[in-house]
């Protein structure tokens, strides 16, 4: 089945830096990548949409300057969340969408343990 | 808007049983894709199943099965012969094209032994 990867699982960092995460889907090209944010014991909150060489889409509420999202390829995305605070702490999942069968299942990434001190 | 609903916040089966759970959707549209994902206590998303609403047939992977019901827009699924591995949350998921997956709030399956 298809993979997705994320780097790295987990991160711990000082308040007011910039921490970036990547998104990698191993074995098919992706034109479409989620970025979800998941606090415990709930369900996936859809952050952006991110299509390969345009802008992210975000969702209302996000901050888009805070969580900066580039999807430089077929096969990568990354999630650069500046100035983090501690209550950017949280768990962050990306996806990407199969392009070859049109699109129709998503696979999810393993996820990334944030932190901020 | 699409909405997606699981009305079990919580379920626990003894191993080998047979569970079903919940999950039931409102969309004014006829043509939409219906998911079943699993999250064990890695956190790792993981496809159970899918439905394409165009199909009549349910959708069956191994001990996994639907009773899709489009009229009544309801999204079952059956665990048969349940296994301790699949403890996890599961969350029902409805996609419209190329529109983003809406999740459910989720259902906490917990398999004893």
């Known amino acids: 089945g298809a993979v997705v990867s994320q780097h790295p699982s987990r991160v711990i960092c000082k308040s007011g830096t910039s921490v970036k995460i990547e998104c990698r889907s191993l074995d098919f090209q992706a034109t479409t990548m989620f970025w979800y944010r998941q606090f415990p014991k709930q369900s996936l909150m859809l952050m952006a949409t991110?299509?390969?060489?345009?802008?992210?889409?975000?969702e209302q509420g996000v901050e888009k300057d805070k969580f900066l999202i580039n999807h430089a390829s077929l096969t990568l995305s990354t999630l650069t969340v500046t100035s983090a605070h501690p209550e950017d702490s949280s768990f962050y999942i990306c996806?990407?969408?199969?392009?070859?069968?049109?699109?129709?299942?998503?696979?999810f990434g393993p996820g990334t343990r944030l932190l901020v001190l | 808007a699409q909405t997606v609903t699981q009305s079990q916040p919580e379920m626990s089966v003894q191993e080998a049983e047979t569970v079903t759970l919940s999950c039931t959707y409102d969309?004014?549209?006829?043509?939409?894709?219906l998911f079943w994902y699993k999250q064990p206590p890695s956190r790792q998303m993981i496809l159970v199943i899918r439905?394409?609403?165009?199909?009549?047939q349910n959708a069956t992977e191994n001990r996994f099965s639907v009773n899709f019901q489009k009229a009544a827009k309801s999204f079952s699924l059956k665990i048969s012969d349940s296994q301790l591995g699949d403890t996890a949350m599961y969350f029902c998921a409805f996609r419209q094209g190329a529109q983003k997956l809406v999740f459910g709030q989720g259902t906490r399956l917990t398999i004893n032994p």
């Open positions: 969309t004014s549209e006829n043509n939409y894709y």
């Open positions: 991110s299509n390969e060489g345009s802008k992210a889409t975000y």
């Open positions: 996806s990407a969408r199969d392009r070859v069968f049109g699109g129709e299942t998503q696979y």
């Open positions: 439905q394409e609403a165009y199909k009549q």
